[in-house]
């Protein structure tokens, strides 16, 4: 099924077609540290399964053959590619669709670089909004 996606401030909108490949959290630094957030969801297609409809990501070198596609007006991280290690595929940030909880991830990847408390947030106290003001 099409989905639908794009970065906050609208300057960028893509499409995904078809069946995903891949869909998980990475834990990996490059993605803590271009994202600023402890992991981030990538979901996985054949390179011609997406489609920019709107706008034009900025290109940033993150590692020697990794490329990662962001908003250079909002900064919101968009795609992955890397012509060596994945020859025909595209991430995208799973986060920027504009229905993220139709496609829930299946797999945690790079937890070898996993902040070790990230293993246990699910076990964190939790609130609706914000914990209550003394
Ligand atoms: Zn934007
Ligand atoms: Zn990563």
Redesign the pocket.
Known sequence: MPMTGGCHCGAIRYTTEGEAIAHAL???????RHAGAP??G?IMFPSDAVRVTKGTPKVYASSENGRRHFCADCGTGLF?TNGQMLPGLIDVQSATYDEPEAVPPKAH??VA?RLSWMAHVHELPTFERYPPQG
């Open positions: 990475c834990h990996c630094s490059d993605c803590r992991m981030v990538w992955y990847t790079q670089e």
